[in-house]
């Protein structure tokens, strides 16, 4: 299956949302432009199914005890372990130290730059590879999860019938030809700040949506309080003057 949009709606689709991410988005540290491929690369690992804010709370310390890859592939897991307890995932620590390791033993502790030798990596999902490559190597690459997804199916009513839409080849592409050449990190972290804060999961803000006219869901479901009532007759309306 494959779903196609004409070039005026993804156009549209792009326009509006890179707009409303220069007063929209969100802050964060690791979003900073002298970030590290390997320094993004941690900040993808911990943010793999956490709240944004949680990893905040504890991103600059962990950066600051293992500020390079050989740091990380020498750490002491149950101290790692301890460090990140707030983000859950007991496992993320052990994964962490093993991906610094192979990064260390097989690129000499430089993160690699490309798609298959990222998914090589322990804990590396298609998702989190093309982060580090459109984040960290500024490559035109689409980032695809369940927020992402959301967003599609809303807007564009584009619905995968795999049981595991986020590993839907089909849905990769379609999220790869609304990426603007050039733009893709302001327009991946536009998407991911629009779902956190607009689109969101549950009583999505579609009043205050800037994409609302181009929304297959939000045109369906606006309320009647958001749409303008006809103007009523009086009952008389052949009174004398």
């Excluded at 962490?96 to 990596?121: F, M, N, Y």
């Excluded at 579609?206 to 609302?212: E, Q, V």
Aim: proline share 6%; aromatic share 8%; glycine share 4%.
């Amino acid at each position: 299956m494959s779903w196609h949009i004409s070039d005026a709606r993804r156009e549209a689709f792009q326009h509006r949302l890179l707009d409303w991410y220069r007063i929209g988005r969100r802050r964060f540290s690791w979003r900073n432009g002298k970030r590290s491929a390997y320094e993004t690369l941690v900040a993808e690992m911990l943010l793999r199914k956490t709240d944004a804010a949680k990893v905040a709370a504890i991103f600059e310390g962990l950066i600051a005890s293992y500020p390079r890859v050989k740091a990380l592939a020498a750490a002491d897991e149950a101290a790692l372990r301890e460090q990140i307890r707030l983000l859950g995932i007991f496992d993320r620590a052990r994964l962490l130290r093993l991906t610094a390791q192979q990064i260390l033993d097989r690129h000499a502790g430089r993160v690699p730059s490309t798609l298959s030798e990222l998914l090589a990596l322990p804990g590396v999902g298609r998702y989190t590879a093309n982060a580090v490559l459109c984040f960290a190597y500024r490559r035109d690459a689409p980032l695809l999860d369940s927020n992402i997804i959301r967003i599609f199916e809303r807007v564009f009513t584009v619905r995968s019938s795999k049981a595991r839409p986020h590993e839907d080849v089909a849905l990769w592409s379609f999220a790869e030809q609304l990426v603007p050449p050039g733009r893709a990190t302001t327009y991946n972290r536009a998407l991911l700040d629009f779902a956190a804060t607009v689109c969101t999961a549950a009583k999505p803000r579609c009043a205050s949506c800037p994409i609302l006219f181009l929304c297959d869901y939000g045109q369906k479901h606006q309320t009647v309080a958001q749409v303008p009532a006809p103007p009523t007759k009086p009952e008389n309306s052949s009174s004398k003057p």
